[in-house]
């Protein structure tokens, strides 16, 4: 399962314009970098008394430092290994989720609008990449959720529907699904079109056990997810439907998921995908083995640079050094190097993934 650590280093994040990736509920980071080195990070004016820690732990830096916690909040690893975290919590909640089904051109529409963002808590859209609706438009299927006070009487155990539940726990029903549609893709506008219908409803339960979607976590699966401005999502969401009918046409390569658009609060954290500005998320999920399924999601992530689309660190990216890209998208870059240079000067905790993308570069004398 996921670790708060990887959560933190990658900007993972859920959807709700008004909460941040989960790094920003961090309140401090104590990190061991390089040498053993041992640092406890924390914004300016954090919650740590300054004096008090001296005198408690005299072998235990604290660094209380805006930059310093940007940098550390989505750090990729490189920064040394977090050992202990502070969060900000608030007490378990109800949550009401509510799932209905509806179409992209409705959809577009609500979201130039701006009004759903804003009236729910947590507003999230899956959109068929095909179009199977009258008149070139897609089906939809529109999540909210919104704290509700305790349902009166509530009982446990409240489910999500069994039979979903069911069909994703056992690895038959998945395999036989990617056996048809990698026989006959062209079933796969229906397919996706059955999946949202299946999932329309009303669950409520404790918040943690509604944000937990269940077992749909175990299909063998793998994803990529491209987060935009909010001035520019909705263009890009119209050239993705493009390269979807595109490739449909050309008969190469379907994604076989519904992509899921979900919103996030700006972060200052010098590489989130949301640093600096409100973003929506749009995620792509195939399941392992599809044909042809990483070719589309390369094409699709390299097409949306243009429209200011950063990749999540935290799945499936195509990202490199070349061509001064990461730096071009992340122009806090070099102020989350100063860090990473001061914490992990002699580059052990740099690994592949991070050389490719020129996060962790090599220094070269003569
Ligand atoms: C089923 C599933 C559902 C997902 N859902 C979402 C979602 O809803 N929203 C979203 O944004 N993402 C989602 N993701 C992506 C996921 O959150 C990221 O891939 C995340 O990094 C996974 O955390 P991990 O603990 O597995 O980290 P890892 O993949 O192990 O590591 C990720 C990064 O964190 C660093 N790291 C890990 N531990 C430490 C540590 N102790 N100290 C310092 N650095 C550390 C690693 O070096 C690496 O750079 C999902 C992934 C899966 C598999």
């Known amino acids: ?35 053993g080195r041992t640092v406890r990070v924390e914004p300016e004016r954090g919650i740590t008394n300054p004096q008090a820690w001296a005198t408690r732990y005299p072998e235990i830096e604290l660094v209380q430092d805006d930059d310093w916690f940007n940098a550390c909040q989505v750090g990729l690893g490189c920064m040394g290994i977090i050992y202990s975290v502070i969060l900000r919590v608030q007490p378990k909640y109800f949550l009401n989720e509510q799932r209905t089904l509806s179409n992209w051109f409705q959809v577009r529409q609500d979201l130039q609008n701006g009004q759903v963002l804003r009236e729910h808590a947590h507003y999230e859209v899956l959109v068929n990449p095909y179009s199977t609706l009258p008149g070139g438009n897609h089906l939809c299927l529109v999540t909210t959720r919104n704290p509700v006070p305790a349902p009166d009487g509530f009982t446990e155990p409240s489910h999500r529907n069994i039979l979903i539940e069911l069909a994703a726990s056992v690895p038959g029903p998945s395999d036989l699904l990617l056996a048809a549609l990698n026989t006959f893709p ?17 669950y409520i339960d404790r918040s943690y056990r509604v944000y937990n979607i269940g077992m749909a976590n175990n299909v063998p699966a793998y994803g990529s997810e491209i987060g935009f401005p909010m001035d520019s999502y909705l263009e890009a969401i119209d050239r993705i439907l493009d390269i979807a009918a595109v490739r449909q046409l050309l008969g190469q390569a379907y994604l076989n998921s519904p992509f899921s658009m979900r919103f996030v609060k700006a972060s200052p954290a010098h590489l989130s995908m949301m640093e600096g500005v ?52 992340y122009p806090l870059l070099p102020r989350w190097q100063a860090v990473r240079c001061e914490l992990d000067p002699d580059r052990r905790f740099a690994n592949a993934f991070t050389e490719r993308c020129g996060l962790t570069p090599l220094a070269f004398q003569r």
């Open 186 to 202: 062209n079933l796969t506008p229906a397919i996706v079109d059955g999946a949202m219908k299946a999932i329309v409803g009303e």
């Open 278 to 329: 409100d973003t929506c998320m749009v995620e792509f999920i195939s399941l392992d083995r599809t044909i042809g399924g990483k070719e589309i999601l390369q094409e699709l992530e390299t097409e949306m640079y243009a429209y200011g689309g950063r990749p999540h660190w935290g799945l499936l990216n195509f990202l490199s050094a070349g061509s001064g890209l990461v730096e071009a998208m």
């Open 1 to 35: 399962g996921q670790t708060i650590a990887g959560v933190f280093s990658t900007s993972t994040h859920g959807s709700g314009i008004n909460y941040g990736p989960l790094a920003g509920q961090a309140v401090s980071l104590t990190i061991v970098a390089s040498g």
